[in-house]
């Protein structure tokens, strides 16, 4: 019996030594080491072998599984090793060659400005609420100072709708600021909102010029509110979305709903100051007005101005991404070509 | 308003550079626009005068002039036809910089031969030194300019370009702007003396004057001066009114322009001797009375204008323009100098009405203080008498039917710190505001100042302006830059109508770009044209609503759908793109009905009383090949399915569960459309675009259209998920091929199979038609996986409910299991 386990294992590892790949490694374990191989045959039957024959021919038998077992284990790293070197050679593809297209889409350059915004004001408690694109002339204009034949209304050259009916005289909204009073109305202090949208205007375009585009306003009312806070929140809006080296201007505007009114203006980048079509040479480029709520609004939503105060910014959208981007004429939204859009 | 630095410098010592004092005056509100600076470019234009004119042996145009410079003389061609004996001309030497008449490009100028004669240097236009566009005649200086002197040092200025806003018309004038450096730079504002001689008989006696509309015209000053000489005014004056772009008259209409731009007032002078009647009379106009304006033009005016009138007839518009009838000609002998105030509600109303402004109506409508004519007055009754001679009449005439209590404006230095965060004495408060003019009172409770007004001013009417002025003027950089520190005010609620529309508008929109969806932004207003083409089978179901003044016809109607802008896009695109495309857009729509006033329409869409209804929309298109072509794959084109598996993707992503039905939508191709509905409500379409729909937007290829009704997502709660629990018990798959009528629908088919609870997912792999099929059936391939909640499917039980579905199909559907 010793004998032939010895005969058995020769001849395994024979065989085993001849084994050139993994198919053939696998036969070699079915025939040597499988469920019906000789050598399981063996230790099955060790049971019925003499008793003092047993622990010999066992031992024997374990130890030829063994070792038949740690050089199948060691032949298959060797082969599995040749097959990665052999396959290296000649399965080598060409890495270069253009992956598997796949289809990508993004949102506009103008909505993620909306958002990025927002992020910024929502961490400051400012809380976006939105208004109707068509609105009245009293809360576009009158509730906000401008009367009719106010000089201010040179400053928001109107599209007006054609009314249908005798009612109120309806117009697109000019600025995103008739929603302060819409809110003052129905919310008492404290308040702190933003109010993003598309806002029109009667003018021609060109490169700086649009007749749609988009505003945000912002809107801070409680008792102690001051410029300085003002000043405080906007510059720091103007650091998070343009980072801290870029200088910001805080001076003296005018608006008729505020006063003192103010605008920030930030350094204009793109420019070598001669002919800038940004920032046509000066080096700054305004991206909000600002001030503190007038007082005359504040009463006429009845709100107490001596015992309240707040303060209200708007920014034009598009003039952001225009900055950070480089891009130098605001047509490009609208124009809505992929290879432009692509670029966000 | 541009202002000249070298007038500037009359009134206030500047030490600033113009660069400097720009950034000055933007800080405090009044905005540097540009800095002009005239002559920089003169080096080698100098002063000559022209001593002798010979005609040109070879050209009857052209003459030669001999120019005296002093110490030497030089001859030019020169082709101008005002050039003469004794003229101050500009002189260029040979090398001098000028701008081309006809290139309008700065080259040297060279020695050249003109005509076979050489010409020595140049006699300017105004063109050629940078002035103006005049390029017929040369500039004539005035006599007392002093040859030989480089023409820099006489003519040559800095000119700011101020944008002044609304509320300050004192700064649409020369001292206005004066003042404001003097206040920022601490510096004192000298004006110049108005002081005249009055001479002969009253003025009281020589004209009257009648204010019939007091409500329009709350102050008629004006003042007579007799035995004028009309004629060119002095050069000094015809510099500053060029440098502030106001070209030269005469010396009358040059002293009432140069007023003007000195203090804002605007004044209009009158040719005395034509006055009927020797009356002023201030009215309205009468219905249908029309007045030829100085510009020639013939205008109707209304009783809602105002007109200034002699005896007769209307001379003027108020505070507008002029008429012909008393304009101020070279035989004028004596000139009434008006100097008044008008409402600027009606000046404002009278230049819509006849389109036509003038500087002295920009200065009027802004709203200028009532207190302000008299001291133009005797500024413009002085300088004319200097400038054309005269005798003035005794006094000046001043109705002032409009006079108020000037109002009590007061501040103290805890309105300042209140307002604007700025701590400042109440010393410094009392500073700024006298250096702007206003005259401080001790007031009642020690620390406020009360003011009066400047008579200048219009725009100081409570606290909070003249805080501005105190801030603005200490400089808006003083301001401390503070954080809200105020209690954060309730914030709203996930649920609340705001929040949710926020979020299934992200949610769509990162779905879609997850997709590959490209979003667009298009206008809102459209052409009726455009909006007509969605639809091209029927008129427009709502009549969308129309601007009263568009910009243009492309742009004239609010849109009632976002299909035309999207497909109009996605033409644009495909022309410029080659492979596959795919574009949505999030936008609102506009219905010119009042919104219904039901309970859950509140909830959801943010309508306000009286407007109209604005529904917000999604639309998405795609059109070309499903995958760009590559070498992988050579790329197929999209059909009905890629869309309706996007829209399903969407949906699923939304928790909608929906049911699609065959689509009338107009906009899409017979047959090949879905209406997707949750119970009965069309929440979305689906289809491939109609080919009548696609000629007209210029589409080519196959073009899918999506498009979903946010409103009503939300009313469905969209995007609201609630969590379900999945089993953790082993599926047993099945495939089943069915055969079945060729009209049956997959979706009944569906529905049967998805009926059992135990089923937890339902594929269609295959749909075969053909040879081994009798005609007009078709089989499907579904393959069903079973799995139960709580516990693992044996294959008895999983065939039992099998047969038990089979049996259902045939009875339900017809549905024949194919061996």
Known sequence: MLELLNGLHAQALDELGKVSDLRELESWRVRHLGKKSDLTRILRSLSALPAEERPVVGNRANEVKRDLEAGLRDREAILRQDFLVSASQSQRLDATLPGRPFAYGGIHPVTQTIEDICDVFGQMGFQTVEGPDVETEYYNFEALNIPQHHPARDMFATLWIEPDTAGEQILLRTHTSPMQIRLMEEQSPPIRVIVPGRVYRYEATDATHESMFHHVEGLAVDKNITLADLKGTLIEFCRCLFGEERKVRFRCDYFPFVEPGAEIAIECLACTVDGCRLCGGSGWIEILGAGMVHPDVLARVGINPEVYSGFAFGMGVERLPMLRYGIDDIRLFYSNDLRFLRQF | ?819
């Open chain 2, 1 to 819: 308003m541009r202002v000249s630095l070298k007038w500037l410098r009359d009134y206030v010592d500047i030490a600033l550079s113009a660069r400097e004092l720009g950034d000055r005056l933007t800080a405090a509100g009044l905005e540097l626009n540009d800095i002009e600076h005239i002559g920089e470019a003169w080096d080698n234009v100098v002063i000559g005068e022209v001593v002798t004119l010979n005609p040109h042996p070879d050209a009857d145009r052209l003459t030669l002039a001999t120019v005296d410079l002093g110490a030497e003389r030089f001859t030019v061609v020169c082709g101008a036809p005002n050039i003469g004996v004794g003229q101050r001309v500009p002189f260029a030497r040979i090398g001098a910089k000028l701008i081309d008449g006809r290139t309008g490009e700065a080259t040297a100028l060279k020695k050249a031969r003109i005509r076979g004669v050489v010409s020595e240097g140049m006699v300017c236009s105004e063109k050629e030194l940078g002035l103006s566009d005049d390029h017929d005649s040369i500039l004539v200086l005035s006599p007392d300019a002093p040859v030989g002197a480089p023409l820099g040092d006489y003519l040559g200025d800095v000119v700011l370009d101020l944008d002044i806003t609304p509320n300050r018309p004192d700064c649409l004038s020369v001292t206005g702007v004066a003042r404001e450096i003097g206040a920022l730079t601490d510096r004192q504002l000298s004006l110049p003396s108005a002081d005249y001689a009055e001479s002969g008989d009253s003025v009281h006696s020589l004209v009257s004057v009648d204010i019939t509309a007091p409500d329009l015209c709350p102050r008629y000053c004006a003042g007579l001066i007799t035995g004028i000489r009309v004629g060119p005014s002095p050069g000094w004056m015809q510099q500053r009114l060029a440098s502030s772009g106001m070209r030269p008259i005469n010396n009358v209409v040059d002293v009432t322009n140069y007023v003007m731009l000195e203090y804002g007032q605007p004044l209009h002078a009158f040719d005395y001797d034509r006055l009927v009647g020797r009356r002023i009379v201030v009215r309205r106009a009468g219905q249908g009375e029309s007045i030829t304006t100085i510009d020639g033009v013939e205008r109707r005016l209304d009783p809602d204008m105002l007109v200034i009138a002699d005896q007769e007839r209307a001379i003027a518009v108020a505070g507008i323009m002029g008429s012909g009838a008393s304009e101020v000609t070279g035989e004028t002998r004596s000139v009434l100098l008006e100097s008044a105030n008008f409402d600027r509600v009606a000046i404002r109303r009278g230049c819509d009405r006849l389109r036509l402004r003038s500087e002295a109506s920009l200065r009027f409508d802004k709203g200028l203080n009532s207190g302000l004519p008299p001291m133009p007055l005797k500024r413009a009754m002085q300088l004319l008498l200097e400038a054309a001679g005269g005798k003035a009449a005794c006094g000046v005439i001043d109705i002032y039917p409009g006079r108020s209590r000037p109002e009590a404006v007061s501040v103290s230095a805890g309105d300042v710190a209140r307002l604007a965060g700025l701590k400042i004495g109440v010393g410094q408060i009392r500073k700024i505001l006298i250096s702007l003019g206003f005259e401080c009172r001790e007031g009642g409770s020690g620390s406020r100042v009360s003011v009066v007004v400047p008579y200048w001013r219009s725009d100081i009417r409570c606290t909070a302006d003249l805080v501005e002025e105190i801030v603005r003027i200490a400089g808006y950089d003083k301001i401390p830059a503070a954080r809200l520190s105020a209690e954060l005010p309730r914030q709203q609620s996930k649920a609340s109508p705001m929040l949710r529309r926020r979020a299934l508008r992200k949610q769509l929109r990162t779905t879609l770009t997850g997709l590959g969806f490209q979003e667009i932004l298009t206008y809102p207003l459209v052409s009726l044209e455009r909006l007509q083409k969605v639809s091209p089978n029927s008129e427009l179901k709502t009549h969308p609503l129309k601007v009263a003044n568009p910009m243009s016809r492309e742009q004239e109607y609010l849109r009632t759908t976002l299909r035309s802008g999207v497909l109009t896009t996605l033409a644009h695109n495909q022309r410029v793109e080659t492979a596959g495309i795919k574009l949505f857009e999030i936008g609102k729509v506009f219905c010119p009905q009042k919104p219904d006033c039901g309970a859950d329409e509140d909830e959801v869409a943010q309508s306000y009383k009286g407007l109209p209804r604005e529904d917000e929309m999604l639309c998405a298109v795609l059109s070309g090949l499903r995958t760009e072509p590559s070498w992988h794959d050579r790329g197929e084109m999209i059909d009905f399915f890629d869309a309706k598996g996007l829209l399903e993707t969407v949906l699923a992503r939304c928790g909608i569960e929906a049911s699609f039905a065959v689509s009338n939508d107009e906009t899409m191709f017979p047959g090949r459309g879905a209406d997707v509905l949750v119970g009965d409500e069309r929440i979305a379409v689906v289809g491939e675009l109609h080919p009548g729909v696609a000629q007209a937007f210029d589409l080519s290829g196959g073009v899918c259209l999506i498009e979903l009704y946010m409103e009503k997502l939300l009313r469905l709660n969209a995007g609201i998920r609630q969590y379900q629990p999945f089993t953790r018990f082993p599926g047993l798959t099945r495939d089943i091929a069915l055969v079945l009528d060729e009209e049956v629908s997959y979706q009944s088919v569906e529905s049967v199979i998805r009926a059992y609870p135990m089923v937890t997912r339902v594929t269609l792999f295959d749909l075969y038609r053909g040879e081994q099929l009798p005609p007009g059936k078709k089989s499907f391939a579904i393959r069903i996986i079973y799995q139960s909640p709580n516990r693992t499917l044996t294959d008895e039980e999983t065939d039992r409910i099998q047969e038990n579905m089979l049996g259902r199909l045939q009875q339900e559907v017809g549905a024949v299991l194919r061996n």
